[in-house]
């Protein structure tokens, strides 16, 4: 778009100096032969045309994109694509916690819902990963807040979000939202005087060749139990790679990604739960300068606890005429609970089946007396244990015999 509106540009100012010339030519001429004067005058008009028809292209051509940085986005859904899509990852991506991928494809793909579902957590939505009317009105009046500019390559555009470089720095604004600044998009430059206060990377222009290594600096993990998208930023467009391991002697290495960037995300699986991992992060910039960063570690989290807690030593104690106390315990932490009748076998839904609770507070021994009771009659019971997060265990049938 850039070259093409430089072209244009070129051709108007061509034709400006060819009708000029034409003006001066057809002074002279009508001086020595009149007959030649109409036409010069008519190709005087010709090109006179040609350049307004050339400026209204260049008009358009500038509206077209002024138009493209305030487009909002419409109702969208996943496997939709085009431009819309990317107005949509523009936004979502101001929000490393809900867009840590940062990608601006233009396809409405699985990272897209998922970050689309975040966004109407945040902003007490239904998490429905789709773009219907309250999330397209909240998406609007975050377009407001951050309008977009256009990242060009030749004719390839990406819109993204700009955060106003004041909010960076602006107590009041920093003390309504926690004291948190807003996050730098990749396609903003910020002014000098605000970047030197915030101490904040920035790229230089030499003429000189390119001997220096990016710096490499906001290195963060997002982990799951068996994978981990770590995040870095760098001072200057770079490629991304991950060695990783078990010890800083980093026995695995990440897919290396040659697409040249500042803000890099890589994701590598195929982890263990539970598990410590180190890494080290590795860009290198367009003239091949490599930098490394430091080691660091992370660990990934836990499987979820699927697996019920053992019940084991029941015993049964101080059984009279009219109570009974029944005890057990289990191999972690949990409530406890008995179902007793008079009939077998023991059916938890029957009416005629009563339930003791031993409370809420979650222990491995348990005890729980049953008063009440008829004297001389033989009752069946079924403990039962539910850990901390719901996971529940029954006993088999047991039974016991009040006395006289």
């Not at 940085?69 to 996943?78: N, Y």
């Not at 966004?119 to 009105?137: R, Y």
């Not at 938890?348 to 031993?358: A, D, K, N, Y």
């Not at 719901?390 to 006289?404: D, L, P, Y």
Request: overall charge neutral.
């Amino acid at each position: 778009m850039k070259i093409q509106l430089k072209l244009k540009y070129f051709m108007v100012i061509a034709m400006a100096v060819t009708v000029s010339s034409f003006l001066l030519m057809g002074t002279v001429n009508a001086q020595s032969n009149p007959s030649n004067v109409e036409s010069q005058l008519n190709r005087i008009r010709e090109l006179t045309k040609q350049i307004e028809s050339l400026k209204a292209q260049m008009a358009a051509a500038k509206t077209e994109r002024k138009e493209s940085t305030s487009k909002l986005i419409a109702f969208l859904r996943e496997g939709s694509k085009g431009d819309s899509v990317k107005t949509l990852q523009a936004i979502l991506s101001l929000d490393s916690e809900i867009y840590p991928e940062g990608l601006i494809t233009g396809f409405y793909g699985k990272a897209t819902a998922k970050a689309v579902k975040r966004f109407q957590k945040k902003h007490d939505l239904d998490q429905v990963g789709l773009i219907g009317p309250n999330t397209l009105e909240k998406l609007n009046k975050a377009l407001e807040k951050h309008p977009l500019s256009i990242e060009a390559d030749n004719d390839d555009k990406r819109p993204c979000a700009i955060v106003p470089p004041g909010h960076l720095i602006a107590p009041g604004w920093l003390r309504k939202h926690g004291g948190e600044r807003p996050i730098v998009p990749l396609c903003q430059t910020l002014p000098p005087g605000i970047a030197k206060k915030l101490n904040f990377p920035t790229s230089t222009s030499t003429s000189t060749p390119d001997v220096t290594a990016p710096t490499i600096y906001n290195v963060t993990v997002a982990t799951q139990t068996n994978s981990a998208t770590i995040h870095w930023m760098t001072n200057e467009n770079a490629t991304s790679r991950v060695f990783y391991g078990g010890t800083a002697a980093y026995t695995v290495s990440s897919t290396f990604d040659p697409t040249l960037v500042i803000n890099h995300a890589v994701t590598i699986s195929g982890l263990t739960a539970s598990t410590t991992y180190h890494f080290q992060v590795e860009s290198k910039d367009t003239t091949g300068n490599t930098a490394t960063s430091s080691d660091y570690v992370f660990t990934t989290t836990a499987l979820p606890d699927t697996t019920a807690p053992t019940i084991s030593n029941i015993t049964l104690t101080n059984i009279t005429s009219s109570s009974a106390a029944i005890g057990w315990t289990t191999n972690e932490s949990s409530t406890a609970k008995i179902y007793y009748s008079t009939t077998t076998p023991l059916i938890f839904v029957s009416t005629s089946t009563l339930t003791q609770s031993g409370g809420t507070e979650a222990t491995t021994t348990h005890g729980i007396a049953l008063t009440g009771l008829n004297a001389s009659t033989t009752y069946y019971f079924i403990a039962e244990a539910k850990d901390v997060v719901g996971n529940i265990a029954t006993s088999t049938q047991n039974s016991f015999s009040t006395v006289q």
